[in-house]
């Protein structure tokens, strides 16, 4: 018969033996939890980092192993979107973007990249309504996504829209350079698409309007656009100021 001592003793045995295999069996899922999670990661930043590099079909490649791994990885697919628009595979791009959507991807970006993919395919009002979400949702959109937005608007006739979205843009911008120029570009468009659109009905206001156009013209030509000047000519040419 086994005294109480040798119980409990056998019993702290027991124990032991059982707690050693449980931590592990905890270790060893540990262990397989952290090989399998990185590698879907490991990919992932390998393709951002391929994407940053212009490495665009490295990077499709990496994104794919990752989906591989996990074919609900909303930022693989996300990612893979951004890469696929600068790839110009825009139609590719969308179907990664609303996967993302579909697989609970949130965040104002995401409109942003289909803006631009959209906006590549010459889907001008898609791409409106998705900048215009995105500058609901972002906090501080930078001059670029208004400089775009801009010229969707130009495409679909909506010119005063235009104007104001190259004005945000302008205001943006602290560089007073030559990349500064292209918002004032931008503008000096618009007003010359509202003018040439009133010309025949309301030629007063149209002259009018040139006039500001000319006025952003002239500032793109003081930043050094080149293009400024062509357009000048034209000006001068139709309007006569």
């Keep these: 018969m086994i005294s109480h001592k040798e119980q409990v003793s056998l019993l702290r045995t027991v124990y032991i033996i059982a707690f050693t295999l449980v931590s592990s069996i905890s270790s060893a899922q540990v262990v397989i939890d952290t090989c399998l999670t990185p590698t879907e990661i490991d990919h992932c930043k390998l ?12 990077a499709i490649k990496n994104f794919n192993q ?11 697919y996300f990612e893979r979107a951004k890469t696929y628009v600068c790839w110009k595979k825009c ?3 969308i179907k990664d973007i609303q996967t993302a959507i579909d697989y609970g991807k949130r ?12 906006d590549a395919r010459y889907l001008f009002k898609e791409a409106l309504q998705d900048y215009n979400q995105y500058i609901e949702l972002c906090s501080r959109p930078n001059k670029w996504v208004y400089y775009n937005k801009g010229y969707a608007e130009i495409k679909l006739k909506k010119y005063n829209d235009a104007i104001n979205s190259f004005t945000n843009s302008i205001e943006l911008d602290t560089l007073n350079n030559l990349e500064s ?27 009018s309007i040139i006039k500001q156009a000319k006025a952003d013209y002239v500032t793109a ?5 080149k293009s ?10 139709k309007y006569g100021i």
């Design 66 to 76: 990752a989906i591989l791994l996990n074919d609900e990885d909303t930022v693989a």
């Design 228 to 237: 400024a000047e062509v357009f000048l000519k034209k000006i001068r040419k």
């Design 47 to 58: 393709g951002i980092e391929n994407h940053g590099k212009g490495k665009y079909k490295e």
């Design 107 to 118: 965040g104002a970006e995401i409109y942003l990249i289909r803006a631009e993919a959209n």
């Design 181 to 207: 120029s292209y918002a004032y570009m931008g503008r000096a468009f618009a007003y010359y698409k509202k003018a040439e659109s009133l010309k025949k009905e309301k030629p007063k206001e149209a002259k």
């Design 221 to 225: 030509k003081r930043l050094e656009n």
């Design 91 to 93: 139609s590719q791009a």
